[in-house]
């Protein structure tokens, strides 16, 4: 069985600009959630998506945002760009929303200069 | 809120020595508890995990005992090897994944391990 996907695996933006980071959760699993992960802050929560809903969003300003999509992929976008946005954003799967095992994709390495 | 709270890294050892590293929890209600361990460049793999209080949880010779009486959760491993060496997280489920009302992991600071031949 496949693991979780996340592409791309390393971006390089500049501030202003906006970026979207997809994630492929492991077949069969319908909940997506988002994680960012500094040195400074450690991992924090962004946001979780259960078919095709938001159930629950962490302490982070509007320009986060993401969707799901009926097929349980998800994105997540991150507009005007600042720096302490560098980080790498990883994407966790589980079966259903509430179900506390997560397997965890291999993450997207954002760098903003 | 919850918070989770690990011993401070790096943490160097030589191959063969025991390995404790200490996980400390603030939760309301009965969260569950994980051990998660990253590799370089790589991302979040579960290692083992507890839902309820005295559960201990074990995997590829690593060990946690989830102590409710001293909100703990300590990771232990009898005798490391150099493939040990990653960055350990301990993290528990929010009260809101508890409750059905979406999935929500809170980390510690992670603690990282350093195996020496």
């Known amino acids: 069985k496949a693991g979780v996907t996340q592409t791309p695996r390393y971006l390089i933006k500049t501030r202003g600009q906006q970026v979207t980071l997809s994630c492929s959760p492991i077949?069969?699993?319908?909940?997506v959630s988002w994680y960012q992960q500094t040195p400074g802050q450690g991992l924090q929560f962004l946001f979780e998506?259960?078919?095709?809903?938001?159930?629950n969003k962490g302490n982070f300003p509007g320009r986060f945002s993401g969707r799901q999509f009926s097929n349980s992929r998800s994105e997540m976008n991150v507009s005007t760009l600042e720096l302490g946005d560098s980080a790498l954003y990883l994407c966790?799967?589980?079966?259903?929303?509430?179900?506390?095992?997560?397997?965890f994709g291999p993450g997207t390495r954002l760098t903003v200069l | 809120g919850d918070s989770v709270t690990q011993m401070e890294g790096p943490v160097t050892l030589s191959e063969e020595a025991f390995l404790t590293i200490n996980c400390t929890y603030t939760a309301t209600g009965y969260p569950s508890l994980f051990w998660y361990v990253q590799y370089p460049g790589e991302g979040l793999q579960l290692l083992l995990k507890a839902t309820k209080a005295d559960d201990k949880g074990s995997n590829k010779g690593f060990e946690a005992t989830y102590r409710k009486e001293t909100t703990s959760f300590h990771l232990e491993k009898g005798s490391v090897q150099v493939s040990d060496s990653a960055v350990y997280f301990c993290?528990?489920?929010?009260?809101?994944?508890?409750?059905?009302?979406?999935?929500?992991?809170?980390f510690g600071q992670g603690t990282e391990l350093s195996v020496k031949p």
């Open positions: 998506y259960f078919s095709e809903t938001q159930r």
């Open positions: 077949s069969g699993h319908r909940s």
């Open positions: 966790a799967s589980s079966l259903t929303s509430g179900i506390n095992e997560q397997f």
């Open positions: 993290a528990l489920s929010d009260q809101s994944m508890i409750y059905n009302q979406g999935g929500k992991l809170i």
